[in-house]
């Protein structure tokens, strides 16, 4: 792995988004926001395990898969998580997996993906794909604010919950590279079409 794609590799979120898991009461009508949920450990997986896939369309040759369980306070998850890279650019996949008498709460993608950067600004819209929402914008990563990356978003929620307004499933994440230029089309397009998952 070079150094530049080592910093890149490096500066790629940490933490889960513990406040969009939500919890079914007996009643499955009130709702107990999940404050302080565990941070799990992550085990190193071989890619084809997750219930997410980066297929070859994405250009990618140097990437790195782990998954995680967690519980905290009767609630559960599972994260699993694809990091490729290369010289110049990062692609972030997540997915969260709602467990037992919990589901996640549907937020928007900025919410869902700003923490991971020092800085994040001029959020525009850019095209989706099979019901993904996404969002372009300039970001800043916490390891190195003084460069600005050209970066999208992404996010979709999936699996209803019955009875609930949450969701089994969500699957988010973003793509940054160095280049003067805002992310294509084309490229926001070719990159979510090679993402691809075994649940509904």
Known sequence: MNPASKGLRAAAWGRRPGRFLVMITPLTVGLTLALGLSLPTAHAEDCASLDIHLGSAAGYTDVECDSADSMSEGMSDTQETIRATDFRSIFLIRHLSAGNRTYLRQTDTKTMIEPAFAKAEGWTSAPGGNRFSATRFQGWFKSNPASALACFGFSRFTGHVDR?????????????????????????????????????
Do not use: N, W
Not at 175 to 184: F, I, L, N
């Open 164 to 200: 609930t307004m949450g969701y089994r499933h969500a699957i988010y994440g973003f793509y940054c590279a160095r280049q003067p230029e805002g992310v294509s089309d084309a490229d926001v397009r070719r990159l979510i079409g090679a993402l691809t998952f075994d649940f509904e």
